[in-house]
């Protein structure tokens, strides 16, 4: 019973003083996929600088150093809203970037903190090695494996000069290659639904962050659908959303552990 209450308080019952992130092993057969066991570390929602600082990205980053992925892709709000942010915090991505091809997706705090001005905070991130996504794609190669990678923005930048715009997303991709997409909201994936891909991964919901509160307002969104876990949009198109990593509002989790997804493909 004691252990019990240990593991409980150690992944669900978070403080900023006792976070520990666990890994979660997610995988995903898709048939025309060229490369076997292919490893993608996702973060999302870490929210870094207010409850959460440098060192605990710093220890982030060593934990994702050591699953040795292919690549590492962040999903949205990888900075909390707060006005005491500042970049020179984001310091410890230029350890991760110089090992790890590391891809960005921009959420709403990102956004909902720099408004206007969100091409700098995106600059600032290339400056540390992250290749960033604002409604475009790439092709990633790595180990004689190709595909598009899509970044969509995020819904609020539309009140910022800076909306989602799917058709520029996908207007560049190779057709003859699969295609995963990133993009912070799950619930944006109903908006491209049609278009060319075989993975979307996203976070944003924080896994409900406090279960059934979050559940109860994904219920009266009717948007219970998009809280967390792997889900199937259509045959061979799947979704993948993660519970994420850090909090917002309250620095507390219940039964909605801090996670680092390895997606591994197949």
């Not at 949205?76 to 006005?83: C, K, T």
């Amino acid at each position: 019973m004691l252990l019990f209450h240990k593991k409980i308080m150690k992944y669900n019952f978070i403080t900023p003083f006792n976070h520990e992130t666990q890994t979660n092993i997610i995988h995903f057969t898709i048939p025309m996929f060229q490369h076997k066991n292919y490893k993608i570390v996702q973060i999302s929602d870490v929210h870094i600088g207010y409850y959460l600082g440098q060192s605990f990205l710093e220890k982030l980053v060593n934990q994702i150093i050591e699953i040795e992925p292919n690549i590492c892709v962040i999903t949205g709000d990888l900075i909390a809203y707060s006005r005491r942010f500042s970049m020179d915090i984001l310091t410890p991505l230029k350890k991760l970037t110089s090992k790890i091809d590391t891809y960005f997706v921009l959420g709403n705090h990102e956004i909902g903190l720099y408004t206007y001005r969100i091409e700098e905070f995106l600059i600032g991130l290339r400056e540390f090695g992250v290749k960033t996504l604002h409604n475009q794609s790439t092709i990633v190669a790595t180990k004689n494996c190709k595909f598009n990678l899509v970044g969509i923005g995020d819904k609020i930048g539309g009140y910022y000069n800076s909306p989602v715009d799917i058709p520029k997303s996908f207007r560049n991709i190779d057709k003859n290659l699969e295609t995963i997409v990133l993009v912070h909201r799950p619930d944006t994936v109903k908006y491209f639904k049609d278009y060319p891909f075989v993975l979307v991964l996203s976070g944003h919901n924080h896994g409900g962050q406090i279960t059934k509160l979050g559940l109860i307002n994904a219920i009266l969104k009717k948007e219970w659908r998009y809280l967390t876990g792997e889900i199937e949009i259509k045959k061979n198109k799947f979704l993948y959303i993660t519970t994420g990593v850090g909090y917002s509002r309250l620095p507390l989790r219940v039964f909605a552990p801090s996670e680092i997804a390895v997606i591994v493909i197949n």
